[in-house]
């Protein structure tokens, strides 16, 4: 299968997702990879559906964690 070999589709398999309600009603996406330690959070936006917007998040996340990837430590 093409996917197995793709390390984006590994790698979000390990990217923990939160949708978290804060007091005042607003929403906030936090994606975390404990193996980097690396976390981004976002405030969502009321007139974009959530799904839109998880969608960009992931994709820049997942961009940031391939360009550790090639940073040597």
Known sequence: MV???NKAMKARRHIQVDL???VGGERLLRLTEAQSGLSLEKKLGPKEAVVR????????FEEVLARRELIPS
Not at 53 to 60: I, S, V
């Open 20 to 22: 978290v309600k804060l």
């Open 53 to 60: 917007q998880k969608q960009k998040l992931l994709e820049a």
């Open 3 to 5: 996917f197995s070999n």
